[in-house]
T-cell receptor
Framework: DTGVSQDPRHKITKRGQNVTFRCDPI?????LYWYRQTLGQGPEFLTY????????KSRLLSDRFSAERPKGSFSTLEIQRTEQGDSAMYLC???????????FGDGTRLSIL | GQQVMQIPQYQHVQEGEDFTTYCNSS?????IQWYKQRPGGHPVFLIQ?????EVKKQKRLTFQFGEAKKNSSLHITATQTTDVGTYFC???????????????FGTGTRLQVTL
């Protein structure tokens, strides 16, 4: 049983650089979510897709953030011109439908130098 | 916007003691979900409660959904060191279509268990 996979697991970059993360959801799941989690906090919703359509974006998602799910399968989250405050764990989750439990990947830990 | 609070923020128990975490939402929830996150790990789904007043058990874990569907609790009987982690409740936010989707996570309760 393959779960949600995320790549890379860790990313260290200098402030101002662009980074891109990838998420591969569970294959039959049509919903895909991105969350951000900082130390000691719960995950905060960023955006979600139903198939290839991006249905909602949080106000947390500034113009520097963009997410895609071009063929309704894997998704990418790009952060442009990274800032210190972007340092966090970026979690991807998928679910069969809107009311079904979400299954999380291991996350990508982003560290901004 | 919707807010979900949990108490306590942290609890340290000795193995064998019981543990309870409480979750309160600012809005009525269509369902409540509980997740466990081990140190260094990702949230893992434990259970979903849907009905008002619902109680579900998983071995030593008992989950309850309040009558007003705005609060919930997780009780662990006779804790073990394997129970260590942070427990989050999460409530879906209703969308325009009425099908809940994105989750608002609670603040979490970190449980430490020592021998």
């Amino acid at each position: 049983d393959t779960g949600v996979s995320q790549d890379p697991r860790h990313k260290i970059t200098k402030r101002g650089q662009n980074v891109t993360f990838r998420c591969d959801p569970i294959s039959e799941h049509n919903r895909l979510y991105w969350y951000r989690q900082t130390l000691g906090q719960g995950p905060e919703f960023l955006t979600y897709f139903q198939n290839e359509a991006q249905l909602e974006k949080s106000r947390l998602l500034s113009d520097r953030f963009s997410a895609e799910r071009p063929k309704g399968s894997f998704s990418t989250l790009e952060i442009q011109r990274t800032e210190q405050g972007d340092s966090a764990m970026y979690l991807c989750a998928s679910s069969l439908s809107g009311r079904q439990p979400q299954h999380f990947g291991d996350g990508t830990r982003l560290s901004i130098l | 916007g919707q807010q979900v609070m949990q108490i306590p923020q942290y609890q340290h128990v000795q193995e064998g003691e019981d543990f309870t975490t409480y979750c309160n939402s600012s809005t009525t929830l269509s369902n409540i979900q509980w997740y466990k996150q081990r140190p260094g790990g990702h949230p893992v789904f434990l259970i979903q409660l849907v009905k008002s007043g619902e109680v579900k058990k998983q071995k030593r874990l008992t989950f309850q959904f309040g009558e007003a569907k705005k609060n919930s609790s997780l009780h662990i009987t006779a804790t073990q060191t394997t129970d260590v982690g942070t427990y989050f409740c999460a409530g879906p936010s209703p969308e325009r279509t009425g099908t809940a989707s994105k989750l608002t996570f609670g603040t979490g309760t970190r449980l430490q268990v020592t021998l």
